[in-house]
T-cell receptor, first 112, second 115 residues
Framework: AQTVTQSQPEMSVQEAETVTLSCTYD???????LFWYKQPPSRQMILVIR??????QNATENRFSVNFQKAAKSFSLKISDSQLGDTAMYFC?????????FGAGTRLFVKA | DTAVSQTPKYLVTQMGNDKSIKCEQN?????MYWYKQDSKKFLKIMFS???????INETVPNRFSPKSPDKAHLNLHINSLELGDSAVYFC??????????????FGPGTRLTVL
């Protein structure tokens, strides 16, 4: 069975600094996708970044990038130049084998 | 223009009642989902529909019944509400489920409180 683990319940970072959120997963599927979603206090779920498992190149979206280590089943999110608006819950998600599984989330606080 | 909308946004009701939450998407997507987010923010998929047909039905009590009258709507009906049903329920949609990498677009959520 697929599982997604986010081992950091809470993190904080100073504005303008860099922070990395960790995510590990377990699956026997070969074809799958990984996502990071953000949920600010407004409750709206917003896609941050997506990674195809068959691509070795790490995905990047502006200040957000991932470190995808397929063999280690690791998918961490790096946020550069953190902004106050990045304060939110961040969820790692696995989609594969007709399963969609979210991690427990990491609450990120960006301090001024 | 709202992409995925849910009504109501807040729902407070008594134990034992029956209630429905409506979801509509105007994105032309083929697949819609219902998620439950508990008080610890844990998000779990409940159902997934593709072109009005159920394709994922996770282990949820049969008091929960999804209904998809057409591709753009997926409603959630809950019978005999219990205290443990209190949560935020999210509807989401994506393009065809065969495209695993498709982003899911979420609605604003419905906070259900059972007293």
């Amino acid at each position: 069975a697929q599982t997604v683990t986010q081992s950091q319940p809470e993190m904080s970072v100073q504005e303008a600094e860099t922070v990395t959120l960790s995510c590990t997963y377990d699956t026997s599927e070969n074809n799958y996708y990984l996502f990071w979603y953000k949920q600010p206090p407004s409750r709206q779920m917003i896609l941050v970044i997506r990674q195809e498992a068959y691509k070795q190149q790490n995905a990047t979206e502006n200040r957000f990038s991932v470190n995808f280590q397929k063999a280690a089943k690791s998918f961490s999110l790096k946020i550069s130049d953190s902004q106050l608006g990045d304060t939110a819950m961040y969820f790692c998600a696995f989609v594969g084998g007709f399963k969609t599984i979210f991690g427990a989330g990491t609450r990120l606080f960006v301090k001024a | 223009d709202t992409a995925v909308s849910q009504t109501p946004k807040y729902l407070v009701t008594q134990m034992g009642n029956d209630k429905s939450i409506k979801c509509e998407q105007n994105l032309g997507h083929d697949t819609m989902y219902w998620y439950k987010q508990d008080s610890k923010k844990f998000l779990k998929i409940m159902f997934s529909y593709n072109n009005k047909e159920l394709i994922i039905n996770e282990t949820v009590p049969n008091r929960f019944s999804p209904k998809s009258p057409d591709k753009a709507h997926l409603n959630l009906h809950i019978n005999s509400l219990e205290l443990g049903d209190s949560a935020v329920y999210f509807c989401a949609s994506s393009r065809e489920s065969g495209g695993l990498g498709n982003e899911q677009f979420f609605g604003p959520g419905t906070r259900l409180t059972v007293l």
